[in-house]
């Protein structure tokens, strides 16, 4: 059983984006409290040998917008592998009340991934004009307007057409070891490539296209995730992910 703060609504702005290139006590804010996502949208570009679209058979060039509408908002969520999401029912206390309150796996309800209240999805189909590449790696990513504590629970998941699900949190600071999902499991965070040569390969890019599915939400678990936090947010965030593709 894990230990989580209780907290009371806030309000926040959102705007994602992503960009495509080739080359433990924690705390949710309460489901009473939405984040309002205005125009949230995907941007995605390619470098040299690399194009992309958001359909299979659309038309591929350097740069692809999401097919997914604005949302009208978000309320944090939790996940475990980055595609099967949780939201949370416990009642909240305080708006920046620090006691904590213990919170079981009957606290937490499934949420739908597609339940744009909750997650933000969209997918891109890459593939290689001229030579393929070995690797494919999220080298970065970036949000912009992270001056707040608030965007440290973001978190982004990107899920291969083989149905592999990496998850990254982008933002420093964020929480790393905490425990996600409906059975409150233990959560494994990847490393981005610019960071760390370990980070993993989303596998090979060839001139068939390859499917990239993205996760974008407010991690619930992560101890900034809170309706204080919420409160004082006043700018949009962009989130740009940065993906490199690699001969070997």
Sequence with gaps: MKKFKKLIPAFCMLLISAVLMGTSTFAWFSMNTSVTATGMQVKAATSQNLVISNTENGTFGTTAAADTAAQASMFPATSADGVAFAKNNKPSKAYNDSAIDNLSTTDLETVEATNTTYVFTDTFYIKSEGS?????????????????????????????????????????????????????????????????????????????????????????????????????????????????ASAT
């Design 132 to 244: 393929n590449f070995a690797s494919l790696y999220i080298n970065n990513i970036t949000v912009t307007n992270a001056t707040d504590n608030l965007a440290k629970s973001l978190r982004v998941a990107v899920k291969l057409d083989n149905g592999t699900t990496y998850i990254y949190a982008p933002v420093s600071g964020a929480t790393t070891s905490y425990s996600g999902g409906k059975n409150l499991t233990a959560v494994t965070l990847s490393p981005l490539k610019n960071a760390d040569e370990s980070s993993p390969s989303l596998g090979t890019v060839t001139s068939t296209a390859k499917a990239v599915t993205v996760y974008i939400w407010f991690e619930g678990q992560d101890e900034s995730c809170t309706s204080e936090n919420a409160a004082i947010q006043t700018s949009n965030y962009s989130v740009d992910i940065e993906f490199i």
